[in-house]
């Protein structure tokens, strides 16, 4: 992966980015935690999408992206229908 980063002219990230997650923790803080990651995600994945010049890694990069999105859809979906009506 560090090539990549070389290739790309991003410096390397910190990949031990830690996430609190414990027993005082309610469904729907979870899921807006989960929420940020996804978002966290995409944004990487367009990140990278924008530094390569190769087309196929670009599209692969794209790619993943998108499937970020319909992982952040599900999951605005599921605190609309399990925790928004109940407000």
């Keep these: 992966m560090r090539n990549c980063w070389k290739q790309s002219g991003i410096s390397e990230i910190n990949t031990k980015r830690q996430y609190i997650i414990d027993k005082t923790l309610i469904p729907v803080e979870a899921l807006q935690l989960a929420l ?5 995600a995409e944004e990487f994945y367009l990140t990278y999408a924008k530094a390569f010049k190769d087309e196929s890694a670009r599209k ?23 925790f928004m009506k109940e407000m």
């Design 60 to 82: 692969m990069f794209e790619f993943l992206a998108s499937e970020e999105r319909k992982h952040q859809q599900i999951i605005h979906d599921e605190i609309d229908n399990n």
């Design 36 to 40: 940020k990651r996804e978002q966290g």
